[in-house]
């Protein structure tokens, strides 16, 4: 049974700190790139940032310099490391599991798998 368990988020104020987890079981991990996706209501759903098996990494124009995408592979982890977050970075952040051959994407058309969302709030 495939599971994206998310871990993490929170309500911090502007300039502040959060970090997501997500553990990953039931398929070959490093079959996959792990992504991060963010809603808001009424927006449409955003890629944040991605991590490929080897590492490669590739980030939304939005949080490059701010967010950073971690994993640990024997863990079946990914992270994401939010700083110097602001009210604009609210929303639902989901972390998904993308065929290796898709790509290094951001769409959120791609993902094979989705885990269940976790909260974030910056308040200003």
């Known amino acids: 049974q495939v599971q994206l368990m998310v871990s993490g988020g929170g309500s911090v104020q502007s300039g502040g700190s959060l970090r997501l987890s997500c553990e990953a079981s039931g398929y070959q991990y490093n079959e996959y790139s792990h992504a991060w996706f963010r809603q808001s209501p009424g927006k449409k759903r955003e890629g944040v940032a991605n991590?490929?098996?080897?590492?490669?990494?590739i980030y939304a124009d939005s949080v490059q310099g701010r967010f950073v995408i971690s994993q640990d592979i024997a863990a079946n982890t990914v992270h994401l490391q939010m700083r110097n977050l602001n009210p604009e970075d609210s929303g639902t952040y989901y972390c998904a599991a993308i065929q290796q051959s898709r790509g290094l994407t951001l769409s959120p058309y791609e993902p094979t798998w989705w885990g269940l969302g976790t909260q974030v709030t910056v308040s200003s």
């Open positions: 991590i490929d098996a080897a590492g490669a990494t």
